[in-house]
C-alpha cells in the first residue's frame, strides 16, 4: 500500500530527511548565519483544532468524498514557504469543508452541481504541490465552504496514437505513472518538472508548467494537442490537429488558467521517442556573466541542448557541485534518432569562445548525468524540496523565485534583482542573506534566470518577514522588465506582479470568459482574477489588484 501523503513537507510519509542529513543542515545553517539552529519535530494531526465540516456532500457524493482531517490538511495548503510555516505553527483556519476524489467525469459533473446548490468555492488539485498559493482553500466569507477536487483517481492513459505519437491521458495522471504507462510503447512525454513526483499532468496544463529541458519543447503548451474541461456552463472538448489558423486557438485559454474556468479531466498530447543517444559537459566560468553570454551564443545556434543550466558560483558551492570559484554550465544533447557528439563538439568551440573551461566530455552514458558536478547538483536539487521541512521550523527563510527576461535586459536585470534583494534580506532580517542564481531554461531571445535566497528569520514573524521580502521579490522582477513567473503559476503569491504585467483588456476579456464558463464564479476564487461579485483575498501583505 502507498504511504500517504505529507500534509506538512513534500513527498510521502515515508520519503523523509534522514536524522544525519537534518544534523548536517543545522550545522552548516547555524555556521552560515552565526547561530544554534535547533530541530523541530514535524506535527501530528492531533496538533490541530481544525474548523467542523461546514458541508455535507449528498448520499451520490458520500463514495468519493471525504472529511477526514489527514486529507482536509493534505488539501488546505501547497508546497510553499508560508504554506510550510503555517503547518509547523499548527495554525490551519481554513481547511476545506470537504475532499473530493472523482474517478471520471460524471463524478466532476455532480460535484460542481453540489457547489453550485451549495454555494461552495471549488479548488482543482492535482498533486498539492503548488509554490505560489494556487490551491489555497481560504476562500472568505462570500462561499458557504470549500471543496477540494483531488483529480488523482484519473489517471490512466486512455489511448495511444503511436502514428502521431500522440496520447490521451487522464489529467490526473503524477508524472511517473504517465511515463511507466508510455514505456512499453517507447514513448514519453518528456517533461520533467522537478515536481515530477508530485504532479499531475492536469496540474502541468493548469500551470503552464516548464518542464527540465533547457531549450525546444520545455513548456507543456508545446505538448497540448486537445483538452477536455469540465465547467459549471457544460463540457468543452476541442478538436486533435497538428496545427490550425482557425482563429485563436481554445486551448490556449485553458492552459495556465489555473483553475478559475473549469476543471481539465483529459488531454491529449505530443509524445516523443525515447532518447538512446546523449552527450554531456560541464564548462566553468570565472565570471556569471561571461557564463550567460555563451548560453545565449547556445540558444542562438540552433543546437537546441537538452540541457543548458548556467549555475553561479555561489550556488554551485552550496550544492557540491563547485568550491565557490567558479559558476558552472551542465550542458547536454539527447536524441532518439543520432549520435550528439557533433552537436556538443560545436557547442563546446561556442563555450571555449565565451571563456568557458570545459570538463572531460561525456557520450553515450545512460547515467552520466547522475555524476560529477552536473550530478552533485543534480541530487543537491531533487533534495532541496524536502529540506525545508526541516529548515523553516529552524526559523530558515529558504525561498525562490523565477522569471525571464530579455538578453538586451538581463545584465542590468539581473544587477537591480540581486541588490535589491541583498537589501531586503538584511533589512528584514538585521543580517546579510544569500541571494543566488541559475538559468533553468535558454531561449533565443532571453534567459529564465532563477533566483533562491535565505537568510536567518524570527520564529515569532516568519510570515511578516516572508510577505516583506517577497514583494520586493514581485516588484523587482517585474520593474526590472521580466515576467512576473515563468513556471511557478501565478496562484495568489504573483497576483500583484500579474495585475502589472497583464493587459487591462485583456484581464476584462479574462473576466467575461469567467462569467460565461463560471457564471457563479465558484472555480478556484482569489487565483488570477476574482470572480465577479466576489472579493477574494490574497496572502496578507501580498494583496494586489
Request: glycine letters at 10%; proline letters at 7%; one cysteine or more.
Amino acid at each position: 500500500m502507498t504511504a500517504r501523503r505529507k500534509f506538512w513537507g513534500w513527498g510521502r510519509e515515508d520519503q523523509t530527511v534522514s536524522d544525519d542529513e537534518a544534523v548536517f543542515l543545522a550545522r552548516v545553517f547555524g555556521q552560515r548565519f552565526g547561530a544554534n539552529l535547533v530541530l523541530r519535530p514535524p506535527p501530528k494531526v492531533g496538533d490541530f483544532d481544525l474548523r467542523a465540516p461546514r458541508l455535507t456532500p449528498p448520499p451520490t457524493l458520500s463514495r468519493i468524498c471525504t472529511s477526514d482531517p489527514h486529507e482536509r490538511l493534505v488539501h488546505a495548503y501547497g508546497k510553499s514557504f508560508p504554506d510550510y510555516v503555517r503547518m509547523f505553527q499548527r495554525q490551519i483556519p481554513c481547511p476545506p469543508d470537504a475532499v473530493a476524489y472523482p474517478e471520471n467525469e460524471s463524478d466532476v459533473f455532480a460535484v460542481l452541481d453540489w457547489a453550485a446548490r451549495a454555494n461552495a468555492a471549488v479548488i482543482p488539485f492535482g498533486a498539492g504541490s503548488s509554490v505560489c498559493g494556487g490551491v489555497e482553500c481560504d476562500v472568505g466569507d462570500a462561499y458557504a465552504g470549500a471543496i477540494s477536487l483531488d483529480m488523482t483517481r484519473m489517471g490512466k492513459v486512455e489511448e495511444i496514437d503511436r502514428t502521431s505519437r500522440a496520447a490521451r491521458i487522464q489529467a490526473g495522471a503524477l508524472g511517473p505513472d504517465l511515463e511507466a504507462q508510455l514505456k512499453p510503447h517507447g514513448l514519453t512525454l518528456r517533461h520533467f518538472p522537478q515536481s515530477f513526483e508530485f504532479s499531475t499532468l492536469g496540474g502541468w496544463i493548469a500551470t503552464r508548467s516548464g518542464g527540465h529541458y533547457a531549450t525546444l519543447y520545455t513548456h507543456i503548451d508545446d505538448f497540448v494537442e486537445a483538452l477536455r474541461v469540465v465547467t459549471p456552463a457544460g463540457l468543452m472538448q476541442t478538436r486533435r490537429l497538428p496545427g490550425s489558423g482557425a482563429g485563436p486557438q481554445p486551448e490556449r485559454l485553458f492552459v495556465g488558467s489555473e483553475g478559475i474556468l473549469g476543471v481539465i479531466t483529459e488531454a491529449w498530447v505530443r509524445l516523443q521517442d525515447v532518447p538512446r543517444f546523449r552527450a554531456s559537459a560541464s564548462v566553468k566560468f570565472a565570471d556569471f556573466l561571461k557564463g550567460a553570454e555563451a548560453v545565449r551564443a547556445l540558444a542562438q545556434s540552433g543546437l537546441n541542448p537538452s540541457n543548458c543550466r548556467l549555475i553561479d558560483a555561489q550556488e554551485a558551492l552550496g550544492t557540491g557541485a563547485g568550491d565557490g570559484s567558479a559558476s558552472l554550465l551542465v550542458l547536454a544533447f539527447e536524441s532518439a534518432d543520432h549520435a550528439q557528439e557533433p552537436k556538443l563538439t560545436r557547442a563546446l568551440e561556442l563555450v571555449r569562445d565565451h571563456g568557458g573551461v570545459v570538463d572531460a566530455p561525456q557520450a553515450k552514458s545512460e547515467g552520466q548525468h547522475r555524476e560529477g558536478a552536473a550530478g552533485a547538483w543534480r541530487n543537491a536539487f531533487l533534495r532541496a524540496p524536502f529540506y525545508r521541512e526541516v529548515l523553516v521550523p529552524m526559523g530558515v527563510i529558504v525561498d525562490t523565485f523565477e522569471t525571464a527576461v530579455t538578453w538586451d535586459r538581463f545584465p542590468a536585470f539581473h544587477a537591480e534583482v540581486t541588490r535589491r534583494m541583498g537589501d531586503v534580506l538584511k533589512r528584514v532580517t538585521g543580517k546579510p542573506g544569500s541571494v543566488t542564481c541559475r538559468f533553468t531554461h535558454a531561449y533565443p531571445d532571453g534567459p529564465a534566470p532563477y533566483y533562491s535566497f535565505q537568510a536567518l528569520g524570527r520564529m515569532t514573524a516568519l510570515l511578516e518577514q516572508w510577505q516583506e521580502i517577497k514583494a520586493v521579490a514581485n516588484d523587482v522582477v517585474v520593474s526590472a522588465g521580466g515576467t512576473i513567473t515563468h513556471h511557478h503559476a501565478v496562484g495568489r503569491d504573483h497576483r500583484p506582479g500579474y495585475a502589472r504585467e497583464c493587459p487591462p483588456l485583456f484581464a476584462e476579456a479574462l473576466r467575461a470568459a469567467k462569467a460565461s464558463v463560471d457564471p457563479n464564479g465558484l472555480m478556484n476564487p482569489g487565483v488570477l482574477i476574482d470572480p465577479a461579485g466576489r472579493k477574494v483575498g490574497v496572502r496578507g501583505a501580498m494583496a494586489g489588484v
